[in-house]
């Protein structure tokens, strides 16, 4: 049997393909579900974030590694990472929330990885889950430079476009998913001197921002 895409993009074939599809099962398609998957993967993750941050930054103090370690785990860095993996397309979802775009609901990616790493460490072990996560935060971890501020997206793209003298991006509302309650907001940044047009979700309008600028930013830096 050919391996699942997500194995190709984990680095890692499931002795239990259980484990993966209740990894991928949210709790409005059936039982069980990866909630349970999710609590154990957010402990690891914390943990391989915790140890890379303390072996690659031995200068700095715990405030600051705790900083940055809150700002690689949170929900946006979750799913930029769930996105590149293009999880969303295997996810076992509900009627309801197939019909609301819960596919691409940053939380509900978010979460999903997080089972994702803790079916890793159960199917196979703590060092495999953690290099995995290794693996999908490498080009994250590279990018930190412990010397400078920790900003926002919209923060550093503004303050890029201001060096060069350029105008600062326009932020539109380009639509919103599912109920009230439970909304995905799209959001383009749109910079209209360098011709670049990125869009970016998220649970409120400012998360939704906040990733289209970091798809600016990297948009600028492979230019």
Not at 1 to 24: I, N
Not at 77 to 87: F, G, M, T
Not at 197 to 205: F, L, Q, W
Request: hydrophobic share 40%.
């Amino acid at each position: 049997m050919a391996p699942h895409p997500l194995e190709l993009g984990l680095g890692h074939r499931f002795s239990d393909p259980a484990l993966l599809l209740t990894a991928l099962t949210h709790r409005s398609h059936s039982s069980p579900h990866n909630e349970r998957l999710e609590y154990l993967g957010d402990s690891i993750l914390n943990c391989v974030i915790a140890r890379q941050l303390f072996d690659r930054f031995p200068m700095l103090p715990e405030g600051d590694l705790s900083r940055l370690r809150a700002n690689l785990v949170r929900q946006d860095s979750l799913h930029r990472l769930a996105v590149s993996l293009a999880l969303g397309d295997h996810l076992r979802l509900g009627e309801g929330e197939l019909k609301s775009g819960g596919s691409q609901r940053p939380s509900i990616l978010a979460d999903a990885l997080e089972a994702l790493f803790g079916a890793l460490w159960l199917d196979a072990g703590f060092d495999v889950a953690s290099a995995a996560i290794v693996r999908l935060y490498d080009g994250m971890l590279a990018a930190i430079n412990p010397g400078q501020p920790i900003k926002d997206p919209k923060t550093r793209l503004q303050e890029l476009l201001q060096g060069r003298r350029l105008a600062l991006p326009r932020y539109v509302l380009a639509g919103t998913a599912g109920q009230a309650h439970v909304q995905c907001f799209n959001v383009l940044c749109e910079i209209d001197a360098l011709r670049i047009r990125t869009e970016g979700s998220g649970a409120s309008r400012r998360a939704a921002e906040q990733m289209a600028a970091q798809r600016a930013l990297e948009r600028l830096q492979e230019s």
